[in-house]
């Protein structure tokens, strides 16, 4: 049966004697910084996005069918969101 990891977090508070936010802030340390390091990747360039490295956990690393798919998806979003600030400045403009 699985558990749920807040339940796991609970445990470990009730164990060691520590407040449960303090125990999740730890268990999802590893990933925020692994989430913010793959943010500063540059969209325009895969080799931007390196890989990290956690001792214990794996590497993690942006798959390049992955980075391609939302390049494209960035990229759409890009160019819908020029093409709609263009429309409504022309709605704006009475043209």
Wanted: include cysteine.
């Amino acid at each position: 049966m699985d558990r749920d990891l807040k339940d796991i977090c609970k445990e470990i508070a009730k164990e060691k004697n520590l407040p449960v936010e303090m125990v999740e802030s730890i268990v999802n340390a590893p990933f925020e910084f692994a989430r913010e390091k793959i943010k500063e990747g540059d969209i325009r360039k895969f080799e931007s996005f390196g890989s990290i490295l956690i001792k214990k956990l794996g590497t993690f690393r942006v798959k390049e069918m992955d980075y391609y798919k939302n390049k494209k998806i960035y990229l759409r979003k890009k160019a819908n969101s020029k093409i709609f600030k263009d429309k409504q400045k022309k709605l704006a403009d009475g043209k």
